[in-house]
């Protein structure tokens, strides 16, 4: 069942975001080489418990940590741990927190030192994407207009789109309906209506969209171990239109 927010909740969602958008910029500032990303946990867990909000992920279906770091090859849903980061490294931070009740959850991609052309591509491309999907998200279109657009501009651009995950509702709970895929699929038939709070995130891979989980249980990898990149953003259907409520 698709949840609808009033415009009270809305505004409690937005001080989740907020709040999230904090914790991005000091990790973004951590992102060098040499730098674990068990120590990027560290720091965003710090930072979220300062905020006063409370890690969303960590114990989340017994998720591990409070943030999920995925490189290169790594799509989703990366543990945190002892590897450091190297130069050239594309890294891929998703975070989720809850805020008085209500959740934030974004998701980006980062340059680790100076990154291949085509890796930042890749990245370029998986912006936009979120970008354009974020355009058709209005009322009275359906989830099948985001899909197919991010799916065609991607997909122009010579990459692929991951099918096994997607983007989905959220609010009191993390995942909620509606899901919102980065491909047409039989499932967008839903219409986007107002009080609607879904998150965006196009997840690409530079070569083939089959992904697999490694055996941790957790880690999602490309099949082929070509790069991925990942993006993601929540927005609200509004009686003024379709609001970003991410601040980064």
């Known amino acids: ?37 068990a120590y990027l ?5 710090s930072e979220i418990i300062k905020q006063g909000a409370l890690p969303a992920f960590l114990g989340y279906r017994n998720f591990p940590a ?4 995925s490189i290169n090859e790594g799509v989703i849903h990366g543990i945190p741990g002892s590897r450091k980061l190297k130069k050239g490294d594309l890294l891929k931070i998703d975070i989720g927190i809850l805020y008085k009740g209500y959740h934030a959850d974004e998701a980006e991609s980062f340059e680790v030192g100076k990154v291949t052309a085509e890796a930042k591509t ?14 058709v998200a209005k009322k009275g279109n359906r989830v099948a207009d985001i899909s197919s657009a991010i799916q ?19 609010g009191k709970e993390l995942h909620e309906e509606p899901e919102i ?6 499932d967008g038939k839903i219409k986007i209506k ?9 997840m690409i891979n530079m070569g083939g969209f089959e992904v697999e989980v490694l055996i941790d249980g957790w880690t999602v990898v490309t099949k082929d171990r070509s790069l991925s990149a990942h993006t993601e953003k929540m927005v609200a259907i509004t009686g003024k239109g379709t609001e970003v409520l991410s601040l980064r």
């Open 181 to 186: 895929p980065n491909f047409v699929s039989n």
């Open 122 to 135: 890749l990245i370029n491309t998986a912006r936009k994407a979120l970008e354009i999907g974020i355009r």
């Open 1 to 37: 069942m698709i949840i609808l927010k009033s415009a009270s909740e809305i505004v409690k969602i937005r001080e989740s975001e907020r709040i999230l958008a904090k914790v991005f910029e000091k990790l973004k500032r951590a992102i060098f080489e040499g730098t674990t990303t």
């Open 152 to 170: 065609e501009f991607v997909e122009k651009a010579g990459f692929s789109v991951v099918r096994d995950y997607c983007g989905h509702g959220s």
């Open 41 to 45: 946990n560290e720091l965003a867990y």
């Open 66 to 69: 409070s943030i999920c770091t």
């Open 194 to 202: 107002e009080g609607m709070v879904f998150c965006i995130e196009p």
